[in-house]
């Protein structure tokens, strides 16, 4: 199946704005097939610490935009939002939106504690894997790519893992680094879907990309704003595992 990565700008706490900014974007990769969507972290208004004032309901209205566009466009809708849960809380979660209505969120277990969002959002404590016609997708948010073994622990049930993302450019070696490593020790497809464009001080030039089982970039874009598609096939993940059978030979540590 062909999964699209939307490397796009982000009209910072205007929801409303950005949805109308990406909602063509969609459109572009629908058009070329994909049947995953994804797009970046805090999609729709940027990864604000001002979650009294961005965050929405679960279900609110850009939930319900992916939700939309998931059934306008026949196909899987991932993205990131500040949401306010039903215990009152906030968090930072990725919604994954898909065809049918069914809607799936995973929130993130890392909260940004450099930028001070553990002081705002909860952080999860739950993974999310999602059943895509066959193909296994799990889902982290940002930070949360710096912790390897969140994605060891989920890795024998995955064959894509998808990452929403606002990471800056002063730390973009470090996102690109990770996201090839994910991949090659989990021997899986990784899509890290970055941000571009300027909030505040902090500039974001993308860097986003599509990632096969054996570390090779099927695509890739920076600097602007970008559709990037590439196909992944579950039974690649598989032949790859079992040609190089070395998650097999993960060891746990004894508890100290």
Same mark, same amino acid.
């Given at each position: #199946?062909?999964?699209? =990565?939307?490397?796009?700008?982000? *009209?910072?706490?205007?929801a =409303?704005?950005?949805? @109308?900014?990406?909602?063509?974007?969609?459109?572009?990769?629908?058009?070329?097939?994909?049947?995953?969507?994804? !797009?970046?972290? #805090?999609?729709?208004?940027?990864?604000? #610490?001002?979650?009294?004032?961005? @965050?929405e309901?679960?279900?609110?209205?850009?939930?319900?935009?992916?939700?939309?566009q =998931?059934?306008?466009?026949?196909?899987?809708?991932?993205?990131?939002?500040?949401?306010?849960g039903?215990?009152?809380?906030?968090?930072?979660? @990725? +919604?994954?939106?898909g065809?049918?209505?069914? +809607?799936?969120?995973?929130?993130?277990?890392?909260?940004?504690?450099?930028?001070?969002?553990?002081?705002?959002?909860?952080?999860?404590?739950?993974? !999310?894997?999602?059943?895509?016609?066959? !193909?296994? @997708?799990?889902?982290?948010?940002?930070?949360d790519?710096?912790?390897?073994?969140?994605?060891?622990?989920?890795? *024998?049930?995955?064959? !894509?893992?998808?990452?929403?993302?606002?990471?800056?450019?002063?730390?973009?070696?470090?996102?690109?680094?990770?996201?090839?490593?994910? /991949?090659?020790?989990?021997?899986?497809?990784?899509?890290? +879907?970055?941000? +571009?464009?300027?909030?505040?001080?902090?500039?974001?030039?993308?860097?986003?990309?599509?990632?096969?089982?054996?570390?090779?970039?099927?695509?890739?874009?920076s600097?602007?704003?970008?559709?990037?598609? =590439?196909?992944?096939?579950?039974?690649?993940?598989?032949?790859v595992?079992?040609?190089?059978?070395?998650? *097999?030979?993960?060891?746990?540590?004894? /508890?100290?």
């Open positions: #199946m062909i999964v699209a =990565a939307i490397q796009h700008d982000i *009209a910072f706490e205007d =409303a704005a950005t949805r @109308a900014h990406v909602a063509p974007m969609i459109a572009q990769a629908a058009a070329a097939q994909a049947r995953v969507v994804v !797009l970046s972290e #805090m999609f729709a208004t940027g990864f604000s #610490m001002r979650p009294e004032r961005i @965050a309901d679960e279900g609110g209205p850009s939930e319900q935009f992916l939700v939309d =998931a059934g306008q466009h026949q196909a899987w809708l991932i993205a990131s939002i500040a949401q306010r039903t215990d009152g809380r906030y968090r930072n979660n @990725a +919604v994954v939106a065809p049918d209505g069914r +809607v799936s969120r995973y929130s993130k277990i890392h909260p940004f504690s450099y930028a001070g969002e553990h002081e705002h959002y909860a952080a999860g404590t739950e993974h !999310l894997t999602v059943d895509i016609d066959g !193909l296994w @997708a799990t889902v982290f948010v940002c930070y790519l710096r912790f390897a073994d969140e994605f060891w622990e989920a890795a *024998a049930g995955t064959h !894509l893992y998808v990452v929403p993302a606002n990471w800056p450019q002063s730390r973009r070696d470090h996102w690109r680094a990770l996201l090839r490593a994910r /991949a090659i020790e989990n021997q899986a497809y990784v899509v890290g +879907v970055n941000r +571009v464009g300027a909030a505040g001080d902090l500039v974001h030039i993308g860097d986003s990309a599509i990632i096969d089982p054996l570390g090779r970039t099927l695509a890739e874009a600097v602007g704003e970008a559709v990037l598609t =590439a196909e992944v096939a579950p039974e690649t993940v598989v032949t595992r079992a040609e190089f059978p070395f998650l *097999a030979d993960r060891r746990a540590r004894p /508890a100290p």
